[in-house]
Nanobody, 116 residues
């Protein structure tokens, strides 16, 4: 059974930075991509960034140039470095792992609040 755990969320002032981590435990194989999603109160969950098994990445337009997704395969961990944070980045951030067999795993989420 694969489990994902996110960490690194918290309260930060506008313009600040946070680094989120998503660590997978259990037997993980044939990963297609791992993504960060977020959901603000009253809004639908949306994709923030993906990193593919090839190393390719893609980002939501509004976070390009501010957020960076990376991974450390030895640690089974995917990171989301978030810089120049804005109040509109406030949300619960979730990690999603997708396998080549179309099986998805979600973490429980971590709260990010950007406020002065």
């Amino acid at each position: 059974q694969v489990q994902l755990v996110e960490s690194g969320g918290g309260l930060v002032q506008p313009g600040g930075s946070l680094r989120l981590s998503c660590t997978a435990s259990g037997i993980v194989s044939d990963i297609y991509r791992t993504g960060w999603y977020r959901q603000a109160p009253g809004k639908q969950r949306e994709l923030v960034a993906n990193i593919y098994s090839s190393g390719a990445t893609n980002y939501k337009e509004s976070v390009k140039g501010r957020f960076t997704i990376t991974r450390d395969n030895a640690k089974n961990t995917v990171y989301l470095q978030m810089n120049s944070l804005k109040p509109e980045d406030t949300a619960v951030y979730y990690c999603k792992l997708e396998t080549a067999y179309e099986t998805d795993y979600w973490g429980p989420g971590t709260q990010v609040t950007v406020s002065s």
